[in-house]
């Protein structure tokens, strides 16, 4: 019976590191918030993020969060990883990494400034260098190499 208890504790372990290891990369890549105000002069939910910057929001553009009182838009929980926004009189959960997605079109925009639409003149520049042998070689950094191997 000891060792089946060990092995479950080993394996707890390491999903439970494995975990770890998870939300620490995404704490260090994805947006979290800091701060979360209603401003209604502006009509705007405004987020300040880790890293000092900040961004608002309409609620209309949140689900649940239309035709919502200025009491109950200033009632803002943060979630305590950072990731989300909770109104809880209006039980409504929201994604900051969603929120920040939509607002910026970064399903459209984000391929685009990352080289990775597809056009009629990327495909055919691709052929005719493919029609070359391919990508050319890259410049020989000193040290690279293996001694006594030679580039052909």
Sequence with gaps: MARVTRTVEAGLAKQNN??????????????????????????????????????????????????ATEDQLSTIRI??????????????????????ARALNLKEWAPRIMGQIRSEAKAKAARKNG?????????????????GTART
Excluded: N
């Excluded at 701060?35 to 209604?40: M, N, S, V």
């Excluded at 979630?79 to 920040?100: A, K, N, R």
């Design 18 to 67: 494995a975990a770890l290891r998870e939300a620490r990369e995404a704490d260090r890549v994805e947006p979290r918030a800091e701060g979360a105000t209603y401003d209604p002069g502006q009509e705007l939910i405004v987020v300040q993020l880790r890293g000092g910057c900040a961004f608002g929001f309409p609620p209309g553009h949140v689900d649940g969060l239309q035709g």
């Design 79 to 100: 979630s305590p990883s950072g990731d989300g926004l909770h109104w809880d009189h209006l039980d409504v959960d929201v994604s900051l990494t969603g929120l920040l």
């Design 131 to 147: 029609m070359k042998g391919g990508r050319p070689r890259g410049p020989i950094k000193p040290g690279s190499r293996k001694k």
